[in-house]
C-alpha cells in the first residue's frame, strides 16, 4: 500500500496578521490570539490530540528594552547585534545542548 491515511500528518500553512506601519498594537496581538484559537488544528493541538505542535505568535523584539534590562539586571553590555533564542530539549540534555552552543556558534548565554 502506498497510502494510509492514518499515518498522514496535516500542515496548513499559516496565517499573518499585522500591522502594515510597523507600530505595535495591543489589537493585532487579541485578533493574533483569536485567529490561533479559531484552528484548533493548528492552535497548538498536535495531530494526536494530546501534544503541541509548535504553533504560536511571532514578535519583532525591542532592543532597546533588552539592552537597557541587562545591562541593569546582569551588568553586561549587549552588542549592536544580538539574538534571542528559546531551546527546547529532551530532559537530561539542557547541559549538552547549552555547551554546545556555546562552543560551536561562540554564544554567550544567560539566565
Known sequence: MLFNKNLEKDNCGYGL??????KPSRKVVEKSID??????????VGFDGKTGDGSGLLFDINKDFYKKTIKSELS?????E???GCFFSKKGLKDKL???LKRFLNLKILK
Open 17 to 22: 496578521i499585522c500591522n502594515r506601519n510597523g
Open 35 to 44: 485567529a490561533l484559537s479559531s484552528m484548533a488544528h493548528r492552535g497548538g
Open 76 to 80: 553586561i553590555a549587549l552588542p549592536e
Open 82 to 84: 544580538f539574538a534571542i
Open 98 to 100: 547549552q555547551s554546545d
